[in-house]
């Protein structure tokens, strides 16, 4: 590369107005493309790099002077330059600070860095190893990001609460309340008399308590259905920026509806509609006393006219349309004329305290960690390592364990010894400062991997372990779909693009369903195979298929507690496995699933498809053993 004068940094981040992502490893193979997605996806990305030359060779000079390149997208592309993540003074100096404060999101795609060594041979060089950058190194982003933003954490570990400032934050609007005489008058009343039915319900307030009680008398013969509508006020509620719609209630076991009348449903029958279930009576908790909180997304509202879905209506869209006015329903049917499973001729009972708004927490910080990395913890002898997948078998410079590894069997350790929990994720002066104040030998590793230093950090965050990351072109010709599978408890294998990765991430920063989850991501090959045969052609991933991802997946949280989910909990620690020998390494090369891997990429770079070095066999290439300690995507 020719060299040339590098403009100095600009002073402040540039703004279009968009969320602004912070993308560490910008410069990586994994990185650019996640810079690309969000770009396209609209957000303004600040790349924090090493060195600005490599932003140069990689995004070209005029991400350096202050244009993004038109065919990059929508948003703009800045820089922090100087950043070496294992040395947390360049996180916490310059404008890096207000920069990390002023993000939305941050991105973390870091990987060690290795290639010819002074005496020969390939590997991570000394300070840039796995350990170095993907444990040290991200934890002390982490830190800074905490720092940065003011974070407030209150209690420890997992169960802590935990509270982030931003863009990510939860957010409530109140809609209606039911404390006054004014609340209850802006409701009317629209049973079925009104087509010749004879049910009846009233809205009563109980002043004392502070909620009204929705009751009355369902009568199915000649119509059986009650309701009641209020108006959002003088103006349209704008609903940009919310997820969905919250309740807080007190029923009696019966399924209730809730109409939703936006800008695009104007025509008196036209309505979206969504189901929500009370808790029978005799459920209800001690203190809670029966008491709800219904949270309904936008998305589980239909469009329906009286109650049969309109299939041709547009969605729900909150960021074009605005609620006009909120009903309640309770009727012998639910959607198209099918009963409503949950109901009873006569009485019902519906007290309500509030209808609001809600906006989920999105995740602030994403991590790219790797599928096998909890896969590699479940490894207890080296006879089941052998018979893993070539990345677990592998694993090289214990890179597996750095990015994840349980916290649980290191807090037992501790114990055992009897000393004082002094224990530190990361060098630090306070860490110093305590063991000289307790008298006890430092101890590190309390959270002793990436992955389990970010779950019990104070950010919501999610955890992206990609399967194999290869080209595009490894996918050959063939049409494909581009759709991503999600899993959990690391049991899936596969392969996915750079670029899908990056469209993964982009999707997860938009979704209400992401924080707090853990989740291994392929390409979907067998909808790429339908879509060869014409069964099931879908579009390239959209934020449709980005919903389905993320919603049906597990909170950590979740896994935590045995039996709740289905998933098991996170496993123990185990320790990194000694390096590979080069005979064993040759061994697992022979695997024929890595051959069969790299007779495809060799046959890639041969067509030209491929660069030399670029793809999941393309390093191996250059040199069998060392080479393919340096790439995480065999054979996964
Ligand atoms: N390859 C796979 O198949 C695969 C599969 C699953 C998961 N992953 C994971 O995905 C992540 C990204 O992989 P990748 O292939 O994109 O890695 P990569 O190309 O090696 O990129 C690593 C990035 O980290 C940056 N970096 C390294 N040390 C740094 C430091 N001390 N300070 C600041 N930045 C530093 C590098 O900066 P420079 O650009 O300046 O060198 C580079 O941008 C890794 O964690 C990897 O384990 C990979």
């Not at 493309?33 to 790349?47: C, F, K």
């Not at 350990?131 to 800074?144: N, Q, R, S, Y």
């Not at 049910?199 to 369902?218: M, V």
Request: glycine share 12%.
């Amino acid at each position: 590369m020719a060299s040339r004068a590098l403009p100095p940094p600009p002073p402040t981040v540039r703004r279009t107005g968009g969320p602004v992502s912070v993308v560490f490893g910008a410069t990586g193979r994994a990185g650019r493309e996640i810079v690309q997605a969000l770009l396209r996806e609209g957000h303004d990305v600040v790349a924090a790099v090493r060195n600005e030359s490599k932003l140069n060779e990689v995004f070209g000079a005029s991400a350096l002077s202050g244009a993004t390149p038109a065919s990059l997208g929508h948003g703009l592309l800045d820089y922090i330059s100087g950043i070496d993540v294992t040395n947390a003074a360049t996180l916490s100096s310059g404008n890096v600070p207000a920069v990390l404060k002023e993000a939305s999101h941050v991105v973390v795609a870091l990987g060690p860095v290795g290639g010819v060594q002074p005496g020969g041979g390939f590997g991570f060089f000394p300070g840039l190893t796995s350990e170095d950058v993907d444990f040290k190194g991200v934890t002390k982003v982490i830190d800074a990001v905490v720092d940065a933003k003011g974070v407030v954490k209150e209690g420890a570990g997992e169960g802590g609460k935990k509270q982030a400032a931003g863009e990510v934050e939860e957010r409530k609007r109140t809609l209606f309340r039911f404390e006054t005489p004014e609340d209850v008058a802006k409701w009317q009343r629209l049973d079925d008399v009104i087509m010749g039915g004879q049910s009846s319900s009233s809205l009563e307030l109980d002043r004392e308590k502070g909620y009204a009680t929705y009751t009355g008398s369902l009568v199915v013969e000649g119509g059986g259905f009650c309701g009641t509508r209020a108006s959002g006020g003088d103006a349209p509620v704008d609903l940009s920026g919310f997820d969905g719609v919250t309740l807080r209630v007190r029923g009696d076991g019966h399924r209730y509806k809730l109409n939703l009348k936006t800008t695009e449903t104007l025509a008196s029958e036209n309505v979206y509609q969504a189901a929500f279930d009370t808790l029978p009576l005799q459920d209800a908790g001690e203190g809670a006393g029966g008491w709800q909180t219904i949270t309904i997304p936008f998305h589980r509202f239909y469009p329906v006219v009286r109650n049969r879905v309109d299939y041709k209506a547009a969605p729900l869209q909150p960021s074009s349309q605005a609620a006009v006015s909120l009903g309640l329903v309770y009727s012998r049917f639910e959607f198209n004329r099918q009963a409503n499973p949950y109901y009873d001729p006569g009485a019902f009972s519906l007290s309500l305290e509030e209808i609001a708004l809600y906006r989920s927490r999105r995740p602030s910080l994403v991590l790219v960690s790797s599928a096998g990395a909890e896969r590699n913890a479940k490894v207890e002898t080296e006879e089941d390592r052998k018979t893993e997948i070539p990345i677990v078998m592998l694993n090289p410079g214990g890179i597996l364990n750095w990015k994840y590894r349980s916290v649980q069997r290191d807090r037992e350790r501790k114990r055992e010894d009897g000393r004082p929990d002094v224990v530190c994720a990361v060098e630090s002066p306070a860490c110093a400062f305590a063991s000289v104040f307790f008298n006890t030998p430092l101890l590190f590793s309390s959270f002793p991997s990436a992955e389990t230093y970010l779950r019990a950090s104070p950010l919501p965050y999610i955890i992206l372990r990609p399967c194999g990351l290869v080209p595009e072109k490894a996918f050959g010709d063939e049409p494909s779909t581009g759709k991503l599978q999600a899993g959990q408890g690391d049991t899936i294998t596969g392969r996915l693009t750079r670029q899908d990765l990056g469209l993964a991430v982009a999707a997860a920063l938009a979704s209400p369903y992401s924080a707090g989850k853990t989740m291994e991501i392929r390409r979907d090959e067998a909808a790429d195979a339908n879509a060869m045969t014409g069964v099931g052609r879908r579009p390239r991933t959209t934020a449709v298929t980005a919903l389905e991802l993320f919603q049906t997946l597990v909170a950590d949280k979740d896994r935590a507690v045995s039996g709740t989910s289905g998933l098991f909990p996170f496993p123990e620690a185990v320790d990194p496995p000694q390096e590979v020998s080069p005979e064993r390494a040759k061994e697992i090369l022979n695997d024929p699933r890595v051959k069969a891997q790299q007779e495809r990429d060799r046959a890639l770079v041969e067509s030209g498809a491929l660069q030399k070095g670029q793809g999941g066999g393309g390093r191996i290439e250059e040199e069998p053993a060392a080479a393919v300690s340096m790439t995480a995507s065999q054979g996964k």
